[in-house]
């Protein structure tokens, strides 16, 4: 089996000019194919409300449902660093219900990080919560708990501002940060700008390390996809396959055969 992948194991990566893989997951089986193929870091996203509820933004997941979530995947995973992404309004409350929330992911999902959206705005919770030892991934540029804030789900152009974003959520103890939705080459010098990792999801090449949502990249769902996704697999036509021939078979009395039958 793989090493324990460590928050210094994934600094070191970067030190050495080694690519970091990220993906996200929601269930044991998935966490542990991703797992076992040699990801990196596995994100308990809230995206599970998009690719797993069914809902239009991530906006209605909760803190109970995310628990429910990144505890199947720590169940399953071997070696990866598993990160829970904390649901709009986790945090932004008060900084005392930020630590309280971020510590359920290590207390009751066995989580080894979590992730939170913003920059300058929640410095101060970055602060808080990794004080107590609780390692923090930061999430600057298309931010997709502020949907409604940015006016849709549009790429972030504003360089100072992105740049200041990154900066500061480095200088406030988060391990690594996203980056969402930006030019490549603003992804470019941001990377060059900090210590940490940076983990782009289209942020273009030159980042630490990349994220999908495994839904998108797997073609589990027939939702619109961003221009960022590559899609290497079209599971959702394997399974419509698999499920159309039971579906006939039971009808025409195929299944069950004498070989299922006691
Ligand atoms: O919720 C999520 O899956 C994410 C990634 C896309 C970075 O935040």
Redesign the pocket.
């Known amino acids: 089996m793989a090493s324990q992948i460590t928050i210094t194991k994934l600094i070191s990566m970067k030190q050495k000019g080694e690519k970091i893989v990220a993906l996200?997951a929601y269930d044991y089986p998935f966490a542990k194919i991703v797992d076992e193929c040699g990801v990196h870091l596995i994100?308990v996203?809230?995206?599970?409300g998009n690719v797993v509820q069914g809902e239009a933004n991530?906006l209605p997941v909760t803190m109970d449902q995310m628990i429910y979530h990144t505890r199947m995947v720590t169940r399953a995973a071997g070696s990866a660093l598993v990160v829970g992404?904390m649901p709009f309004m986790s945090y932004q409350v008060s900084i005392k219900n930020a630590i309280k929330n971020a510590g359920r992911f290590l207390k009751e999902a066995a989580a080894a990080a979590i992730?939170l959206?913003g920059g300058t705005a929640v410095i101060e919770t970055i602060k808080a919560i990794s004080s107590v030892g609780i390692p923090v991934q930061a999430?600057i540029g298309l931010t997709?708990q502020s949907v409604h804030q940015m006016g849709g789900y549009k790429v972030q152009r504003d360089e100072d501002r992105l740049m200041t974003d990154a900066l500061e959520v480095e200088a406030a103890g988060a391990f690594s940060v996203?980056l969402?939705g930006i030019p490549s080459v603003i992804a470019q010098k941001i990377t060059k700008a900090l210590s940490i990792p940076t983990?782009g999801?289209g942020a273009g090449p030159d980042c630490d390390g990349q994220?999908?949502?495994l839904h998108d990249l797997l073609g589990l769902n027939d939702r619109h996809l961003p221009k960022f996704v590559k899609q290497y697999a079209r599971l959702i036509d394997a399974a419509k396959a698999g499920i159309s021939e039971y579906v006939d078979e039971v009808q025409t009395g195929k299944f069950p055969a004498e070989e299922h039958c006691y």
């Open positions: 996200t994100l996203g809230d995206s599970v991530t992404d992730k959206e999430h997709p996203v969402e983990i999801i994220i999908l949502v």
